[in-house]
Nanobody, 126 residues
Framework: QEQLAEPGGGSVQAGGSLRLSCAIGRSYYSRYYVGWFRQAPGKEREGVAA????????YYADSVKGRFTISQDTDKNMLYLEMNNLKPEDTAVYYC???????????????????WGQGTQVTVSS
């Protein structure tokens, strides 16, 4: 079984930028919707961004619209999340995920997704 892995993450000051990467096997793109969700301590999972590979259709949570960009490089089997103008409320563990259900992915895998990575910590200080 191919794994999802998210190197990257880190700590930045408010207003800064980070790019998250997720190594995602080619087989995922043909069978699943892929995206990112996050979870902060004491809060529910939140779907952050998702993409339909074939159509290029994207979804963004209202809280990140205009600041985050999801993209993919299918040749390299990579999924990215470019995060700009970061805010302290963006602090969370970020996961890439894949599921056969679009609604499940954009809901942040609250009921579980078929696959997700181990998560990477993003900390934004004020």
């Amino acid at each position: 079984q191919e794994q999802l892995a998210e190197p990257g993450g880190g700590s930045v000051q408010a207003g800064g930028s980070l790019r998250l990467s997720c190594a995602i096997g080619r087989s995922y793109y043909s069978r699943y919707y892929v995206g990112w969700f996050r979870q902060a301590p004491g809060k529910e999972r939140e779907g952050v961004a998702a993409i339909v590979t074939a159509a290029g259709t994207t979804y963004y949570a209202d809280s990140v619209k205009g600041r985050f960009t999801i993209s993919q490089d299918t040749d390299k089997n990579m999924l990215y999340l470019e995060m700009n103008n970061l805010k302290p409320e963006d602090t969370a563990v970020y996961y890439c995920a894949a599921d056969a259900s679009w609604s499940t992915v954009i809901a942040g895998c609250r009921e579980g997704c078929q696959y997700w990575g181990q998560g990477t910590q993003v900390t934004v200080s004020s």
